[in-house]
Structure formats: C-alpha cells, structure tokens
Nanobody, 125 residues
Framework: QVELVESGGGLVQAGGSLRLSCTAS????????MGWFRQAPGKERLFVAS???????TYADSVKGRFTISRDHAKKTMYLQMNSLKVDDTAVYYC???????????????????WGQGTQVTVSS
C-alpha cells in the first residue's frame, strides 16, 4: 500500500518559517503531480500548492510569495517552505499524489489519489 508521510509541522510565531516534507514509500511519484492542501478546524480542505513532475508549480493566492513548493525525485520527497507565516495559516497540512503520470499541477483535491495523514501547523500571534 502506498504511503505518504508528512513531517515538519509545529508551533511557530507569526512571521516565522517552517518547512514541511512529504515522503513517499513503496512507489515513486516521479512522473506524477503532487500537492499540498490544508484544513482548518470546522472548514473545508483547501488547495495550497502543487507541482508537476517537471517542476511546474501552482499556488493559492493566499500563499503566493510566501510559500515555495519543491520536490526531490531521488529522495521521493516533496517540500513546502513556508515563510512569513500568518495566524490564518494555522491548519492541518496534507500532502497528496496522483496515481497517473502527467505533467500537470492540479489544484483540485479530487485529482489526487493518495493522501498523507496530515501534520499540524499552528501559528501564534
């Protein structure tokens, strides 16, 4: 069974930085899109950023200029560098991967087939 494992979440003050990692086991997604989503308490899961196998990226407007998504195919790992964090960024962050091979960077949760269990990011004021 494919597994995606997130790490790097935690508590940080507003204005601070965190780097999330998502590592895949049992298969590689080197030719598939991957993405990050987040869900705040009582709210729906929202798109944050996505990256195609070739490195094409897409960001939600709320994180543009502050977050950077990247991936290391050799390490089967995707990253989300989060800078200038705001209280509104507080959420559980999930990584996702598409089972299909294509050079897209989807923004819709339904486009992804595999999900991690999530990592909590809390930004204090």
């Amino acid at each position: 069974q494919v597994e995606l494992v997130e790490s790097g979440g935690g508590l940080v003050q507003a204005g601070g930085s965190l780097r999330l990692s998502c590592t895949a086991s049992k298969r590689t997604f080197s030719t598939s899109p991957m993405g990050w989503f987040r869900q705040a308490p009582g709210k729906e899961r929202l798109f944050v950023a996505s990256i195609s196998w070739s490195g094409m990226t897409t960001y939600a407007d709320s994180v543009k200029g502050r977050f950077t998504i990247s991936r290391d195919h050799a390490k089967k790992t995707m990253y989300l560098q989060m800078n200038s964090l705001k209280v509104d960024d507080t959420a559980v962050y999930y990584c996702a991967a598409d089972r299909e091979s294509n050079d897209h960077a989807p923004t819709i949760a339904g486009a992804y087939d595999y999900w991690g269990q999530g990592t909590q990011v809390t930004v204090s004021s």
